[in-house]
């Protein structure tokens, strides 16, 4: 079966074509706030799918997306899927889809307990726990503004402070505005990082593989070697995995 996966998370609306068994080579982005019918039908005018699976945690470009593939068998991943995880929260229904799939795909690829680290718009840490029978089960984590968010919101509040291009900084003592915003957000984004992992391990019990995936992943994962896996397909192998199950 010819899959077409697509993950429209907040910033940047991800697709590729997929078989069951592995993504495949074709793969585009659309920024999501350009995701329309026609940006749609050109971005797909060369593609063919059988069925398509939409992870969506922007709901006015997921009723866009479902009317474009209407056309064939199309899942909305929720948790109501069937997933290869369990769920052990309150109320599933806020979890985001993107969050569901980085689990899915986190424990499918290296196991429980794990911790998934996805650097977007908003950076999530997602808790795998096992249960009493040694299933892995969706624990819940932790939601933290993304290092752009951070960064663009400074900007946007202050009179002097510029937008920022994010890279490696050459110095914590920055020479200037745009050195000590840089070491700001990049140092600061670390130590925020580390900080998290160590709350969310000191409830976790046994040793959690730790897996990042997202745009900004690259160069925070750079800095910290508590992170033993950079997946930048994670989301996209956990929509994969998940529409086995579902399409
Ligand atoms: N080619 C790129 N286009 C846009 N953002 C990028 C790109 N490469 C890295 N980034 C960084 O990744 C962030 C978006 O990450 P992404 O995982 O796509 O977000 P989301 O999943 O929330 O849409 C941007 O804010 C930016 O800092
Ligand atoms: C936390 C998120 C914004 C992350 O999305 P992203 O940064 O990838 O766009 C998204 O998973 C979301 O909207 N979740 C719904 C609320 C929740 O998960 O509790
Ligand atoms: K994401």
């Excluded at 063919?48 to 899942?75: N, R, T």
């Amino acid at each position: 079966m010819r899959l077409l996966l697509i993950d429209n998370s907040n910033t940047r609306t991800k697709f590729t074509l997929s078989s069951a068994d592995a993504l495949g080579d074709w793969s585009a982005v659309i920024p999501t706030c350009d995701i329309s019918e026609s940006s749609l039908a050109s971005t797909l005018a060369s593609c063919d799918w059988d069925a398509s699976l939409i992870s969506s945690v922007v709901p006015a470009k997921a009723a866009v997306l479902e009317q474009f593939l209407a056309g064939k068998p199309c899942h909305s991943l929720s948790h109501r899927s069937r997933l290869p995880i369990g769920i052990d929260y309150p109320s599933p229904q806020q979890i985001g889809a993107d969050r569901l799939a980085n689990a899915a795909a986190a424990h499918v690829m290296f196991g429980s307990p794990a911790i998934v680290l996805d650097f977007g718009t908003a950076v999530t840490f997602d808790v795998l726990g096992l249960d009493d029978a040694q299933q892995p089960v969706y624990q819940g984590g932790v939601i933290a503004p993304g290092l752009a968010s951070m960064t663009e919101g400074l900007a946007r509040r202050t009179a002097l402070l510029p937008h920022i291009e994010l890279e490696e900084p050459t110095q914590a003592i920055g020479k200037s505005t745009e050195q000590a915003m840089l070491a700001g957000a990049v140092f600061g984004y670390r130590g925020l990082v580390r900080e998290i992992i160590q709350q969310i391990q000191a409830e976790l019990p046994g040793e959690a593989n730790i897996i990042a995936t997202g745009g900004d992943a690259t160069l925070i994962t750079r800095g910290l070697p508590e992170i033993h896996q950079h997946c930048p397909q994670l989301t996209l192998e956990g929509l994969r995995l998940i529409a086995n199950l579902n399409l």
